[in-house]
C-alpha cells in the first residue's frame, strides 16, 4: 500500500501562514519566494490566501522546493487560486476568510503588504499567534498596552527561521 | 396603524460602525459614549460589535440619545450583548463578524483599539469605507501605494461630523 | 429628545426569521406577503435573507403594515436589498449567511423554498431553534434520533402566530 | 530534494467530502469507515468536518488506507479535531464551516447524518455540486422545480465510485 506522508518537523505537521498583498513588486516577489523555498526546505507546509503577488510567489517557492502549499480561497471557486496551490479552500466567504488563513498557521509571516494584509496582522496579534515581520507595516499603538509583540526579520531565511521555531513552541505549549 | 419609522438623514437610513476595544478606562469610555451619543443625536443609527469596552459605551450613548443601536455579535448568543444594543444579530462566526462590523457601516470612526480593531481598520481600508480615526492606532506603510486615506478627527464630536459628512457621500456615489 | 422606538412584544424586542426561495410564484409570493404582514401586525420584527422572492414578499408585507425589516444580505454590497429591507447587513460572506438568517431570529418560519432554504431549515434544527413549516420541504430522517421537532402551519396567519409563541418562549426560557 | 507528493488520479487532486453527525452507532462508523477507507484507495483526499462520529470514522478509513485527510474545524482551536486529521483547518467561524466543507470537495458523499448534515446537504445542492446518498435523509420537496439531483448509493464502494466519477467530471467540467 502506498503510504502519503506529509512533511513533518520532530513528528508534527507545521504550517506556516505567509501573509502579504495581492500585487507586489519584483523585490518582494523575490523575497515571498525565498520565503516559502525556505519553509519547505524546512519541512513545513506553506498556508496562504491562494491569490496572485505575494500569495502566488512564496507559493512559488514552496513549490520549486519540493514542498506542500494550502491556498485558503475568499471565492466560491478553485479556479481563482495561483497554478502553485496543491490544497485549495474555496470558502466562499469572501475577505473574512483572513482569520481562517492566520487561524491555520502555527505561526504567521507577514511580508509587505496592504490593507488586507493589516486586518490579517490584526487578527495574528488578537489570537496571541506568533508573527513575523519582514518589511511590513509598522504600527504604533494609542495605548502601552496594546503594545503588540512582533519578532521582526532581516532576511527572508531569518523570517523562516523564527516563524519555525516560534510555531514549534507553539504546538507544544500553546492550547491548540 | 402605527408606523415605526427608523431615523433618517436626508431621507436615507444612515448607519456609523464605531469600532474600538472591549476593554478601556474612563477616559476612553466617556469619549466614545460622546460619539454614540452624537451620532444618535444626529439621526444616524450605531452599529458596533455589541460587546463591553468601546462599544458598550458609544451604544450608551446612543440610547441616551434616543437612538438605535445595531450589535454584530460574534457569539452564537444574544446574551452576551451590552444591554445598550437594540437589534442583536448573533452572527456565530466569531471575529470573521469584524468584516460584518465594518461592512454595515457607510462610515467608520475607530477610537482607541486594540489588534481586533487594528483587523476591522485594515478591513474599513481594503473596503475604500470612509475612516475617521479618533486616537487611535498609527500606521506606517512599507510602501507609498499603501498609504492609507485616514481622516483624523480631534474631538468625538468632530468625529461624528466626518463620518456623517463621508457616509452621505458614500451612500450617494459609492457602489453600495 | 425625539426618542425612537422599535416595536416590542411585552417589553421585548421580538425577531422571527422568514427563510424560502429567492424565486416564487404568485401564490406562495401572497403567501410570503401575509406572513411578513402579520409579523409586523403583532409587533415582532422581521428577519430574512434580503434579496427577490419569498425575501422580497415578507418584506414588502412587513412594510405594509408599518413594520421593521432586518436584510442579512449575502453579499458586500447595500444594493442587491430589495427594496422593502430597513436595516441592509451586507455581510460579505455569501451564503455562509444563512446561519446568521436563522440565528438572528427567536422563530424560524419557513415557506415554499428551494436548496438554500434546506439549510437554513437544516441549521434551524441544529440549533434548537423553534422552526414553523408552511407548505416548505418534508424531511424523513434516517434514523429515528434525528426525528425533526417542526411546527407545521396551514395557514399564513398560524405560522406568525404559532412563530410569535415559540419566539416569547425562546426569549424566556433558551439560553440566548 | 524530496518531493512531496500528494495523490492524484489522472493528473489532478480530487478531494471527495464526506458529510454525517458526530454522533453515530457502530453500523454506521463502520460504514463511513469503508467510505474513507475506499476514498483513500482510490487515490483521492478526504475532506469532512474534523469532529467525531461520522468525520471520525471516515478519517479513520483514509488513514488506515494510506491516505491525506483534511478538517475543516469549526472550532478556533486545532486539538478539537479527531486524531485522524492530517490538515487541520481551524476556521472559528462555527458551523458557517459547512459551508466551506461542502465547497472544498469536488463531489459530496452523505451518509447517516442529523440536522448540521441536513444544512451541508442544502448547500451542496445549492451549489449545484454532485451528492452521492447513502442511508441519510429523504427529501420531499414542496414543488416540482426543487426536485434535488441526488446519486443514491447501496454500499459505501459504490458510493465511493460514484463521487469519484461525479468528481472527475466536475473538475473536467464545471466552472470550478
Known amino acids: 500500500m ?17 501573509i502579504g498583498g495581492a500585487k507586489c513588486g519584483k523585490a518582494v516577489y523575490d523575497d515571498a519566494y525565498k520565503i516559502g523555498y525556505c519553509i519547505a526546505k524546512n519541512n513545513a507546509i506553506l498556508v496562504c490566501g491562494g491569490l496572485s503577488g505575494v500569495m502566488e510567489a512564496c507559493a512559488h517557492g514552496a513549490k520549486d522546493a519540493g514542498g506542500i502549499t494550502i491556498g485558503i480561497l475568499p471565492a466560491e471557486y478553485e479556479s481563482l487560486a495561483n497554478k502553485y496551490i496543491d490544497i485549495k479552500i474555496p470558502t466562499g466567504i469572501g475577505y473574512a476568510r483572513n482569520v481562517i488563513v492566520v487561524k491555520s498557521g502555527h505561526a504567521v509571516i507577514a511580508i509587505d503588504g496592504g490593507f488586507g494584509t493589516l486586518s490579517e496582522i490584526g487578527y495574528t496579534l488578537s489570537y496571541g499567534k506568533p508573527l513575523i515581520a519582514y518589511q511590513t507595516w509598522t504600527l504604533i499603538p494609542c495605548a502601552s498596552e496594546y503594545e503588540p509583540e512582533i519578532h521582526i526579520a532581516k532576511t527572508p531565511e531569518e523570517a523562516v527561521k523564527k516563524a519555525i521555531e516560534h510555531a514549534l513552541y507553539y504546538v507544544k505549549n500553546a492550547v491548540l
Open 2 to 18: 502506498i503510504k502519503n506522508k506529509l512533511p513533518e518537523i520532530n513528528g508534527r505537521i507545521i504550517k506556516i501562514s505567509v
